[in-house]
């Protein structure tokens, strides 16, 4: 099932910089997005989501740009520091599924010194 | 913050055995579900549960499986008959309501391992 897909297993950002982290979908029916952030032997954590009736939203140094007719979507992160090292996840559901996310694989993100 | 509790964090169980994975949701929240990673494979969703009866289940969640919520706190997955393939680490999550301003809360998991 590849619904959802983050085609860059790994992400190596220096601090301060830039973290441009990408996801791909095919199902049209997606109306809701999310971005999840996974340290080792913990859960996923919420960082931030958006609706399909919006292109961008922000909460502070996150921001999701979301591009429907790309079926594309993308996580900035600036500027990158340590702790952001982590595993990130895109997530997406439908309207109608009950709050059922489909994730990505996932994209390691290493924030250098 | 209210979070999502989940126990054991580590169960290792022999293949054919019955095993309970609990979970206490955040307590206002009303849809409860699980989720599992198997290693090196992506979160795969198994079953949501709203107003004591499951709303949406996948394929993996077959007659092996299946969740309660025995009292006003807990949640919990019961699997009849361990399989090897069974192994992989379960999320609980928890949401408030249906809504965009309600994400899903995941607990920290519980690393299930059929030997």
């Known amino acids: 099932d590849q619904q959802v897909k983050q085609n860059s297993p790994s992400l190596s950002v220096q601090e301060g910089r830039i973290s441009i982290l990408n996801c791909d979908y095919t199902?049209?029916?997606?109306?809701?997005f999310l971005w999840y952030k996974k340290y080792p032997a913990e859960g996923p954590t919420f960082l931030i989501s958006i609706s399909s009736i919006k292109d961008k939203n922000e909460d502070g140094r996150f921001t999701v740009f979301l591009n429907k007719s790309a079926k594309h979507l993308s996580l900035h992160i600036v500027p990158s520091q340590p702790g952001d090292s982590a595993v990130y996840f895109c997530a997406a559901s439908e309207t109608d599924s009950w709050g059922k996310l489909q994730f990505g694989a996932g994209t390691q993100v290493v924030v250098t010194p | 913050e209210p979070e999502v509790t989940q126990t054991p964090s580590h169960q290792v169980t022999q293949m054919g055995q019955e095993v309970i994975l609990r979970c206490v949701p955040i307590s206002n929240h009303l849809y409860f579900y699980w989720y599992r990673q198997i290693l090196g494979q992506k979160v795969e969703f198994l079953v949501s549960?709203?107003?004591?009866?499951?709303?949406?289940k996948s394929e993996i969640f077959d007659d092996q499986f299946s969740v309660e919520r025995p009292d006003g706190s807990n949640f919990t997955l019961k699997i009849r008959s361990t399989k090897l393939e069974d192994s992989a680490m379960y999320f609980c999550a928890s949401r408030g309501e249906l809504s965009y301003n309600s994400p899903l809360h995941f607990g920290n998991g519980t690393r299930l391992t059929v030997t």
């Open positions: 199902n049209s029916m997606f109306d809701y």
């Open positions: 549960f709203y107003n004591n009866e499951i709303s949406e």
